[in-house]
């Protein structure tokens, strides 16, 4: 009989699953097999294929580094000071000038602009 854990005791982590990945892919196993074998134990819906088809391909570049990659983009926060900062300089500025400058979209600025009570009135915030 195969064991099974208890899925209300024991919580499947995201890290404790890529050892797992690693630790097949060491062992040659392929990643439909891989995902197979997870799902089976861990649950349906644990794994995809195509998720573990992406850590095979990572591991086989040599990086076998169980962290999320660091994504790029924008920051993740607006500083409302920065943003009055640049309105009192110049405040004929429109949002979409001052998207640009701070990095962030129009409806962001645009909503933060609210937020420290800013509106446009003839072209200038007040």
Request: hydrophobic content about 35%; proline content about 2%; some cysteine.
């Amino acid at each position: 009989m195969k064991w099974k854990p208890d899925k209300s005791i024991m919580e499947v982590t995201k890290k404790h699953i890529r050892h797992i990945l690693l630790y097949e892919f060491n062992n040659g196993h392929n990643a439909t097999e891989t995902a197979r074998n997870i799902n089976a134990i861990y649950g349906d819906r644990t794994l995809s294929v195509s998720q573990c088809q992406r850590w095979f391909q990572r591991f086989r570049t040599g990086n076998y580094s169980l962290e999320d990659d660091i994504r790029p983009g924008r920051s993740v926060k607006l500083d409302d000071e920065a943003l009055q900062a640049l309105v009192e300089e110049n405040p004929h500025l429109s949002v979409q000038k001052l998207a640009e400058k701070l990095g962030f979209g129009h409806s962001t600025i645009h909503r933060h602009l609210r937020a420290i009570g800013k509106v446009n009135k003839l072209g200038q915030w007040v």
